[in-house]
């Protein structure tokens, strides 16, 4: 098993997100959250300490709030694998005082839609992202996340373990953006494919 506080998931582009959601319905699999706004506020210090050493903090608003710490991304027999921390907090807009006050910035603002169903006791989450629509399949180990992603009809040699920051790294160098923040607002407009995260779509040859 693994432990509470670890995260066990790889990601994959979606061409057509629709595909994956008949998919699963028709797998059976179960509908843990239904499609939800998420607001997030990452931060860092002035230095960019966290960001230096492959680590998260982060403050999300969605049916709930949520204040997260995440450890450096480490793979694991091909997985990704991250220490996690969170919990809720009744305040979001105390809570990013509190974050300000102990010396922390907000270094990047990003949000997204997200949907959330169960299948063989793994977690599928469908994110409607700024720059495109990715699957996370997050599950006890890999042969659990394996098995289901074939089921689902995924393309494992297609899976990604890079963080949503990172591909929007990726994304804006390859094409010369210069803004901070991952929104729908910013993308408008912007027309991506998996080519410019330097991946290929999963549910497609």
């Known amino acids: 098993m693994v432990p509470a506080d670890k995260e066990l ?17 028709n797998l059976g699999a179960s509908l843990v ?3 939800t706004h998420e607001h997030n506020l990452r931060f860092d210090t002035v230095e960019g300490t966290l960001t230096s050493n492959q680590q998260v903090l982060r403050l999300r608003k969605d049916h709930a709030n949520h ?3 995440k450890g450096p991304n480490d793979v694991e027999t091909g997985v990704s ?3 996690e921390i969170e919990f809720s907090v009744d305040n979001f807009e105390k809570a990013q005082n509190f974050l300000e006050a102990l010396g922390y910035r907000v270094s990047m603002i990003y949000e997204k839609y997200r949907t959330v169903y169960e299948l063989s006791g793994t977690l599928i989450t469908i994110d ?6 990715f699957a996370e399949i997050e599950g006890i180990d890999r042969a659990n996340i394996e098995n289901v992603c074939n089921q689902l009809g ?7 373990l890079e963080s949503y920051a990172v591909l929007f790294e990726i994304v804006k160098k390859n094409l010369n953006l210069s803004f901070r923040d991952l929104t729908f607002e910013n ?3 912007i027309k ?10 999963a549910d497609a040859d």
Do not use: C
Not at 128 to 133: I, R, V
């Open 128 to 133: 409607e992202m700024p720059f495109g629509d």
């Open 9 to 25: 998931e790889v990601k994959f582009y979606l061409a057509n997100k629709g595909n994956l959601q008949k998919t699963l319905k």
């Open 81 to 83: 694998i991250r220490t």
């Open 33 to 35: 959250q239904t499609r």
């Open 187 to 189: 993308f408008a407009g």
């Open 192 to 201: 991506i494919d998996a080519s410019h995260f330097a991946l290929s779509s």
């Open 154 to 160: 995924l393309i494992w040699e297609h899976r990604s």
């Open 67 to 69: 204040l997260t710490y």
